[in-house]
């Protein structure tokens, strides 16, 4: 018995009107992009798994899709290692490559790799597939197309205006409304958990904070005390969130705070022209707000972080982020290369999009134009306009066989195809064609010398 076709959990089969969809998202980032000085480049599908593993902590090893070994070199499999527990060991015997599973640390590696060949500051867009074996949910599969822009080499504040300005252009573009981006800054989170804590807890700090969003405010604050945090600490982030939606009191607030702690300071000073100079050239398609919860990837952004919100109608979490790093290089023995840059999430942004029908709605891959084929010599003719229409870029056919009248006008109606030439031998006799329009079954006779020009 045969076995059913399937697909693999999280991947997705795309018919011809979701690519028209997809290209039409598609083109609109890579238009904006350039038109913001950003260059595209394109790295393989898979790198070296020692490109991809240790950068991404323990858990994003573990969602890294490693490439069996093929042919000899299977031979080499550490069984020893699997026998005694040892699984990196064992997993770096059987696989040296991996799929990709984002676009940074090939970015990364690109960088190091083509230095003497950039220009910097380097302005880099990058829209690829990559793969993750996370598990799928709504707005989240193992292959999903991710879209970055970068600007590395320069540590200009003007480089974070440009990016926020890039979400704000492109959410325009696609008439996407009430887009939050919620920005925060590095050194205010470090500033604020040094005055009553040590340095060290500030992941344990932040990673709950961060939840906010998720769990609400009076649940954050349950696990800050479970976790032992000064209460003076819970009361001064208290008086903040107490203060949110209003940046200028925040800042009134927290600038006192930082009157010896010169980070703190710094991190205020640089938001605070970040968003002034944002205002300078904003639509209204995102708001700009500072977010004090905002505090994923620290890790990894030792500045600004941004993270871009969908419109509150629609229930589907972020839909971009990013931030300012300083480190992008360093696991390639590059230091010194600072960075800012942002992340669209292609998938998450289609699905906003063709919920609230923001997609336009002659968007199709579909033929434009039926030639009815009547057989013989008179099919021969049509084919030859039919070239001649394909050659002004008219997307036309030609039925395949001599079949019944109706059945090729019923082939033309289940694909959409508004247009339909009859083009017989009486007709061509004439020196005519018949044009029928299957929208409202009306047919009209034309010469044969009208027929290119007519579309």
């Known amino acids: ?11 997705r089969d795309f018919s011809s009107v979701e690519i028209a969809k997809r290209n039409y998202l598609k083109n609109i980032l890579q238009i904006t992009f350039e038109e913001y000085g950003f260059s595209p480049i394109e790295t393989p599908s898979f790198e070296k798994l020692e490109t991809l593993t240790g950068v991404y902590g323990d858990e994003g090893d573990r969602l890294v899709f ?28 059987i696989s040296e490559k991996a799929l990709r599973y984002d676009l940074t640390v090939p970015f990364a590696r690109y960088v190091v790799q083509h230095q003497n060949e950039l220009t910097f500051p380097f302005r880099r867009y990058q829209i690829q597939p990559v793969w993750r074996a996370d598990r799928p949910q709504r707005g989240r599969f193992q292959e999903f197309i991710q879209c970055d822009a970068d600007i590395v080499g320069n540590r200009s504040l003007w480089q974070e205006v440009e990016v926020l300005h890039l979400y704000d252009r492109i959410f ?26 040590d340095k060290s ?26 976790k032992n945090f000064h209460s003076k600490l819970l009361d001064i982030i208290e008086k903040i969130f107490g203060l949110q939606d209003n940046f200028q009191n925040q800042i009134k607030f927290l600038k006192p705070l930082f009157t010896n702690n010169q980070k703190g300071l710094e991190g205020i000073s640089e938001l605070e022209f970040i968003t002034n100079s944002f205002k300078l050239c904003s639509s209204d398609s995102v708001v700009l707000k500072f977010d004090f919860s905002l505090a994923r990837g620290l ?19 972020s839909i971009g982020g990013g ?71 008219v997307s036309s056919e030609l039925y395949p066989t001599a079949a019944k009248l109706n059945k090729q006008l019923a082939y033309a109606n289940s694909k959409g195809i508004k247009s339909v030439i009859l083009m017989g031998s009486n007709e061509i006799r004439k020196k005519v064609f018949e044009l029928k329009d299957m929208d ?16």
């Open 66 to 93: 490693k490439i069996l070994n093929s042919g000899e070199k299977i031979k080499r499999a550490d069984i020893s290692a699997y026998n005694n527990g040892e699984n990196h060991k064992f997993i770096k015997s």
């Open 440 to 455: 409202s079954g009306k047919q009209t006779t034309y010469s044969l010398s009208k027929l290119i020009n007519l579309f």
């Open 323 to 393: 931030g300012r790093y300083d480190n992008l290089t360093n696991v390639f023995g590059m230091d010194e290369m600072s960075g800012v840059g942002v992340s669209f999430g292609f998938e998450r942004i289609f699905l906003v999009m063709d919920q609230l029908g923001l997609f336009p709605d002659n968007l199709s891959y579909s033929t434009k134009v039926l030639f009815i084929n009547f057989g013989d010599s008179a099919a021969e003719i049509a084919y030859s306009y039919m070239m001649k229409l394909r050659d002004k870029n």
């Open 299 to 317: 890790n990894y952004y030792t500045g600004m972080i941004v993270e871009a919100d969908s419109p509150k109608n629609i229930n589907i979490g």
């Open 201 to 226: 807890r500030i992941y344990d700090f932040t990673v709950t904070l961060d939840k906010l969003n998720k769990i609400g405010k009076k649940e954050v604050f349950k696990e800050l005390i479970g």
């Open 1 to 11: 018995m045969a076995t059913k076709p399937s697909i693999s959990k999280g991947t």
């Open 172 to 197: 325009n573009k696609l008439r996407i409304k009430d887009v939050n981006l919620r920005i925060n800054h590095r050194n205010i989170l470090e500033a604020i958990i040094t005055i009553f804590e």
